[in-house]
């Protein structure tokens, strides 16, 4: 059930954004430096409170000065000392300063290029979530030349995403923000593929509220929740687990269907895909029956479906089914032929 998932949405996104503040600890040591030499200072050397502050400013400053009168042998061990360890944590500290300030201008720099790739996306299709189901997702979709883009909260596997060479946004999916920042409202689909389903519902809800005509498919993890997604939007929900124990009972009961069912895996090795291509008004395609268009004769494609406007759906087509507008076709052919067909199915005109 969604109630058992571990936390809301709105939390886990406040507590992604409670970290560290390097700074302080930075200004931690020079504060511990300039206590100890006051302190020195005072009880070693003897000198007053304001003396103490205004000679360990000049030391620490290498502005130079005087030194006390009647320095001991203590008090000059104890100035070496504080000389060295305290230019030491001086020099440390504005070297991390230094990093600190270059490496935030290049992660805005950085930022800013991200940015501007996906205020100028569209078509695209967007991955939430990561894990072990969100990257082999995401994976497929990119090897498909599909535009991708991936949200996770979690830094490790974000950088890993850029690597990859995708476009790749650190936080959390169910804030509206960064579903916006991902181009949400202009993208072809949405992959929602989070561990906990509360947060898929919500990812659900807010990207159908912000684009109606979103693909929206959404991982279950709990069979309850499945209907849930439907009910806020989701176009596709699919349950890993199950959908793996379907295909194990396959394998053992059914071999035959089962091994037909991995050309969809193997037919990479074999240049072969499935693929499926709409028929706009103005196509080649459109007025000619199965059996005249040239889909089997010059590109050796095989017509598994065709889905009609009115979503009726026909499995292995005869021949004298006759193409009309806004017909989908579900195709199996070499990948090669995939561009190709797609143009033709926009009103190119065959080559």
Same mark, same amino acid.
């Given at each position: 059930m969604p109630g058992k998932a571990q936390g809301s949405p709105r939390r886990e996104g406040r507590s992604i954004r409670k970290k560290p503040r390097p700074l302080l600890f930075l200004a931690l040591p020079v504060l511990g430096v300039v206590l100890l030499g006051i302190l020195g200072m005072r009880f070693i050397l003897g000198l007053s409170w304001l003396d103490s502050l205004y000679y360990v400013t000049t030391t620490l400053t290498t502005v130079g000065y005087n030194p006390p009168a009647n320095l001991t042998d203590g008090g000059k061990l104890f100035i070496v000392v504080f000389l060295v360890v305290g230019i030491f944590i001086i020099g440390f500290t504005v070297g991390q300063l230094a990093e600190h300030v270059l490496k935030r201008q290049i992660l805005e720099t950085l930022g800013?290029?991200?940015?501007?790739?996906?205020?100028?996306? &569209?078509?695209?299709?967007?991955?939430?979530?990561?894990?072990?189901?969100?990257?082999?997702?995401?994976? /497929?979709?990119?090897e498909e030349n599909e535009a991708v883009v991936v949200v996770d909260a979690d830094e490790a596997k974000v950088e890993a995403a850029r690597q990859k060479g995708w476009l790749a946004l650190r936080g959390d999916a169910a804030q509206e923000e960064n579903l916006r920042t991902c181009g949400v409202e202009r993208a072809k689909g949405l992959v929602v593929s989070m561990s906990h389903d509360a947060t898929n519902v919500y990812v659900t809800v807010t990207a159908r509220s912000l684009n109606k005509a979103l693909r929206i498919i959404a991982r279950a993890n709990d069979p309850q929740s499945s209907g849930i997604l439907y009910r806020v939007g989701a176009d596709k929900v699919v349950n890993p687990l199950l959908s793996g124990a379907s295909a194990m009972a396959r394998a053992a009961v059914k071999p035959a269907v089962s091994d037909f069912l991995e050309v969809v895996h193997i037919s990479r090795q074999l240049d072969l895909d499935f693929y499926s291509i709409t028929l706009a008004a103005d196509s080649a395609l459109v007025g000619l &029956?199965?059996?005249? &268009?040239?889909?089997? &004769?010059?590109?050796?494609?095989?017509?598994? /479906?065709?889905?009609?406007?009115?979503?009726?759906?026909?499995y292995n087509p005869q021949g004298s089914r006759v193409f009309r507008p806004g017909d989908e076709l579900v195709l199996l052919g070499p990948r090669t032929a995939t561009p190709e067909l797609k143009k033709i199915a926009n009103g190119a005109k065959p080559l």
């Open positions: 800013r290029r991200r940015d501007r790739h996906l205020e100028k996306l &569209s078509g695209h299709w967007i991955v939430c979530g990561l894990g072990r189901v969100g990257l082999n997702v995401a994976e /497929a979709i990119f &029956s199965l059996s005249e &268009s040239p889909l089997r &004769s010059r590109y050796n494609v095989l017509v598994v /479906a065709v889905t009609g406007r009115e979503g009726e759906i026909a």
